[in-house]
Structure formats: structure tokens, C-alpha cells
């Protein structure tokens, strides 16, 4: 079972679609019983949609920092 850290640790190689299928499944397991982490893949899913310019329906700017702000502050708990 994993960890939300073991998750964040594999977020971005899952987004990047660079894990095998083992750990994928670990992963969407993981966000199916985790909401916390669910909101954290989701929300950087869409970021890296907009950044690469793939999504025709960017989100507002405001929710966008209030999203973001959440996520470094994720990230920044799990520096700790
Ligand atoms: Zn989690």
C-alpha cells in the first residue's frame, strides 16, 4: 500500500506516463482512496495541460494561484 509520500514521490514520472503498469496501478489505487492526493495529481494534471497549451478551456488565473498555492504548500510539507 502506498504512502501520499510514496505518491507525490512518483507524481510527476506518472503524469509523464514514465512508470510501468505496476506502479500506474499503485497509483490510481492510491488516488481512489486518497482525496488529498486525487485533488494534488488532478490539479497538476491540468496545470501541465495548460502549460503545454493542450487545454482550450484554461481555468481562471485566480483559481489557478489558489491551486497552486495549495500544491507548494503540499510540496513543501513533504520537504520537511
Ligand atoms: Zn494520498
Given at each position: ?21 505496476e ?27 495548460i ?21 507548494e ?8
Amino acid at each position: 500500500m502506498l504512502t501520499c509520500k510514496d505518491f507525490l514521490n512518483e507524481l510527476s514520472d506518472y503524469l509523464d506516463e514514465c512508470v510501468d503498469a505496476e506502479v500506474r496501478a499503485k497509483l490510481e489505487e492510491h488516488i481512489t482512496e486518497c482525496p488529498n492526493c486525487w485533488v494534488i495529481a488532478d490539479t497538476t494534471k491540468k496545470t501541465i495541460r495548460i502549460y503545454k497549451g493542450m487545454d482550450p478551456h484554461p481555468i481562471p488565473p485566480e483559481v489557478e494561484s489558489r491551486l497552486m498555492q495549495a500544491l507548494e504548500k503540499k510540496i513543501a510539507a513533504r520537504r520537511k
